[in-house]
């Protein structure tokens, strides 16, 4: 399934004016344990959806609050010219599409 | 021990927050009641401008009216962190005028605490030849020149500024720029609490209700004791679990479990998120692992010209294909009239909306539909030159031919008149360093004054 249909909330934001911070969130253990053991997400995917060389992605897994997190530097410094999103709330959309290896959102 | 305070909501703006709320609130008797009105999230301008981002005067007056007059008669200190936006003295200023006019139209006597945080372009300079500021993130090293072009440098105060008010008596505290945390730290650091729970809690009810559902501007009680914290909504609608408590330390924060704060490291990795009930969460575990050295960050706007936009909407299907040749040749075609204008520093910038407007060179699927939006953007030193290059820009993309042209009366469909507009002065970040300071007054200036609004 796409990592889209699984999750409850993708969303983006700035952390700071250099970064953008992507989270993904899931409202039950169950289809966070399934997600974290596919695999699929990683350091790796982040880069390879965003054409970033991979050491410039932090991964975050955050049990806690059933949660990955990617954390990359930005194209421009945040509200000057040229950057297209201000707030960095539209960057989330490349990892909608992640396949992961899984039948339902409820395995 | 036991010590309860009153978050009001993410971000003081004219949009407020339910009276109920804050009067719900302060039925339970709360050391203090803060709330933050500042963020570098809308972007460099207001800090560059001095402008305030949050609504109206009268709106924002309007807020301030409700929270003063009920923290007063229930005298419980209210803390105001990062005024108005940016916390520069000019926003420190705007806020002060404002609460003395609310405390002469509504009788009110009380001592005020005031916190400047801009610092002079000779602090700047000096700290920066003393070795003292470092890039933070990705920032170039610091030199003075960006210092001097800088409209506003502030540094964000830790918990320390509040404390110091406190102590000389201030009812009321309107801090320039500050950390969000320090704001809801000071109270219980000035009482001895224990540092990991306390900063842990000020970085759970920064954002107010943000940890409850469903969301939306609203407070939170925090109640702090030495083994654990508690946060509730004070709106019986809404309520919090361990997850939504917990995942508020992804939000805008680049790692969930290690904050930089100016006195150390709060680390929540071994925390643990318990319900009390339904609407109540229990936090325990929190670590703070003290600096060796004491750090505040610094931030700076510079002026980098002025700003004028320009929308166009392409739907012919050739035009679309050869749309990057098009834009290069109006690009040529500008770049020569800024050559013949004698003006040799200008930006333009155009996003391609439909195709890769938003990510830009990260879009992964970067494929036309069959209209696209572009949005032109040029910075120039002046209004005129702004409205000559996008003239020139906005033309040139409507008449230039390309290879099959049919549509020969022009490419682009302009949905404004004039087909191009002044925006206002443009900023960017110029300044996002780290200072390294002896003692964390060093920075600011603190000064308690009488209000007499009943004289």
Redesign the interface.
Same mark, same amino acid.
């Given at each position: 399934m796409r990592l889209g249909d699984l999750a409850d909330v993708v969303r983006s934001k700035n952390a700071g004016v250099h970064y953008v911070t992507v989270d993904v969130l899931f409202h039950d253990y169950a289809t966070f344990e399934a997600v974290r053991d596919a695999e699929v997400l990683s350091a790796a995917t982040v880069a390879d959806r965003y054409g970033l060389p991979v050491e410039d992605v932090r991964f975050f897994v955050y049990e806690p609050g059933l949660a990955f997190k990617a954390t990359f530097p930005r194209e421009h410094v945040a509200g000057g010219p040229g950057d297209p999103d201000l707030y960095g709330a539209q960057q989330h959309a490349p990892l909608l599409a992640v396949e992961v290896p899984v039948d339902t959102a409820d395995p | 021990m036991t010590l309860r305070c009153l978050s009001l909501n993410g971000l003081m703006h004219g949009n407020g927050f339910p009276t109920e709320s804050l009067v719900r609130g302060l039925a339970h008797d709360p050391a203090f009641v803060g709330v933050d009105a500042g963020s &570098?999230?809308?972007?460099?301008?207001f800090l560059g401008s001095g402008e305030n981002m949050h609504s109206s005067r009268r709106a924002v007056k309007g807020v301030y009216r409700v929270l003063l007059t009920h923290c007063l008669a229930a005298d419980v200190p209210l803390l105001v962190g990062s005024a108005a936006t940016a916390g520069a003295d000019t926003h420190v200023e705007w806020t002060v005028d404002l609460v003395a006019e609310l405390a002469r139209e509504e009788g009110l006597d009380f001592d005020l605490g005031v916190v400047w945080s801009e610092q002079s372009t000779d602090a700047v300079r000096d700290a920066i030849d003393a070795g003292r500021v470092t890039p933070?993130? *990705?920032?170039p090293e610091l030199d003075a020149a960006t210092v001097e072009s800088s409209e506003r440098v502030v540094a964000m105060a830790g918990p320390e500024v509040f404390v110091e008010a406190l102590d000389r008596g201030a009812d009321v505290v309107v801090a320039g720029r500050c950390s969000d945390v320090a704001i809801y730290k000071a109270v219980p650091l000035r009482e001895g609490y224990h540092e990991g729970l306390a900063t842990h809690l000020a970085k759970t009810i920064e954002c107010g209700a943000l940890i409850a559902e469903p969301r939306g501007g609203d407070c939170i009680l925090g109640t702090l004791t030495d083994e654990s914290f508690t946060v509730t909504p004070t709106n019986p609608e809404k309520r919090t679990d361990?997850?939504t408590v917990?995942?508020h330390?992804?939000? *805008? &924060?680049?790692?969930?479990?290690r904050f930089v704060e100016p006195r150390g490291v709060l680390d929540t990795s071994a925390?643990?998120?318990d319900a009390v009930d339904d609407r109540t969460v229990r936090v325990s575990g929190s670590r703070f692992t003290r600096a060796e050295n004491y750090t505040v960050k610094l931030e700076g706007a510079r002026w980098?010209?002025h700003?004028g936009v320009a929308a166009a909407g392409i739907r012919d299907p050739t035009a679309i294909r050869q749309l990057d040749d098009l834009l290069a040749t109006a690009r040529t075609k500008t770049e020569r009239k800024a050559e013949r204008l004698d003006v040799d520093a200008f930006?333009l910038?155009v996003?391609v909306y439909g195709r890769d407007?938003?990510?830009? *060179?990260?879009?992964?699927t970067p494929d036309p539909g069959h209209e696209v939006g572009l949005f032109v *953007?040029a910075?120039g030193p002046d209004a005129e030159t702004v409205d000559d290059l996008l003239e020139e820009f906005t033309y040139t993309l409507f008449v230039s031919d390309f290879p099959g042209r049919q549509t020969t009366a022009g490419n682009a469909a302009f949905p404004t008149s004039p087909a191009h507009a002044p925006v206002s002065p443009?900023?960017?970040?110029s300044i996002?360093h780290r200072l390294e300071v002896d003692d964390p007054l060093d920075p600011f200036r603190v000064e308690v004054r009488p209000v007499e609004g009943s004289g």
């Open positions: - | &570098t999230d809308g972007g460099p301008h933070l993130d *990705e920032s361990p997850l917990a995942s330390l992804l939000y *805008e &924060t680049a790692d969930p479990t925390a643990s998120y980098v010209g700003r930006s910038d996003r407007g938003v990510m830009g *060179e990260r879009e992964p *953007e910075v443009a900023y960017e970040f996002w």
